[in-house]
């Protein structure tokens, strides 16, 4: 079966722009979790979303946001890009429930602002 | 809160050694304890699970064991392979979060380099 995708795999942005990432979760899957991933903090949580509906949502400024469409897929979007946004931004899709037991990760998108 | 230490690397081993990766958690309940492998250039997978004290968890070679007593699950493996070159994550899941769902708490990563 198709695993999870993410696009674009590679972004490079201004300070100041804005960018939009997106997901598709295997299908089936109607949970999507965000993570931020950087040398300094390792996996930081963003948000999940399930059934179009944000459930959790981690420690980010409101320049991070995203949605989930009725068929599961996810975006994220950042505002007003900063050069700490710097990062590898990574999706994982799961079946209710399961949590971390069940994720599966997408190859993630290497955002760079510039 | 919950937290998860792991060893710095990145980690150096020649082909057949043995591994040990540490990992210490601290939680306020009773947590699920997972490993995670990234390979270059890919998402995380995971790697092994254990959801109670002294159970033991393993895939593909490699060993974990949830020692309560210490809270830590090192990661071993006895004889590494060039292919097993990655970054290695141990996570913890411990209470739901106010929606109601899991969410991990992850190590900063331990890239694990071998050697023909």
């Known amino acids: 079966k198709a695993g999870v995708t993410q696009t674009p795999r590679y972004l490079i942005k201004t300070r100041g722009q804005q960018v939009t990432l997106s997901c598709s979760p295997i299908s089936g899957h109607r949970s999507v979790s965000w993570y931020q991933q950087t040398p300094g903090q390792g996996l930081q949580f963003l948000f999940e979303?399930?059934?179009?509906?944000?459930?959790n949502k981690g420690n980010f400024p409101g320049r991070f946001s995203g949605r989930q469409f009725s068929n599961s897929r996810s975006e994220m979007n950042v505002s007003t890009l900063e050069l700490g946004d710097s990062a590898l931004y990574l999706c994982?899709?799961?079946?209710?429930?399961?949590?971390?037991?069940?994720?599966?990760f997408g190859s993630g998108t290497r955002l760079t602002v510039v | 809160g919950d937290s998860v230490t792991q060893m710095e690397g990145p980690v150096t081993l020649s082909e057949e050694a043995f591994l040990t990766i540490n990992c210490t958690y601290t939680a306020t309940g009773y947590p699920s304890l997972f490993w995670y492998v990234q390979y270059p250039g890919e998402g995380l997978q995971l790697l092994l699970k254990a959801t109670k004290a002294d159970d033991k968890g393993s895939n593909k070679g490699f060993e974990a064991t949830y020692r309560k007593e210490t809270t830590s699950f090192h990661l071993e493996k006895g004889s590494v392979q060039v292919s097993d070159s990655a970054v290695y994550f141990c996570?913890?899941?411990?209470?739901?979060?106010?929606?109601?769902?899991?969410?991990?708490?992850f190590g900063r990563g331990t890239s694990l380099i071998v050697h023909p």
């Open positions: 979303y399930f059934s179009e509906t944000q459930r």
């Open positions: 994982a899709s799961s079946l209710e429930g399961q949590g971390p037991l069940g994720y599966t």
């Open positions: 996570a913890l899941s411990d209470s739901p979060a106010s929606g109601g769902s899991y969410i991990p708490t």
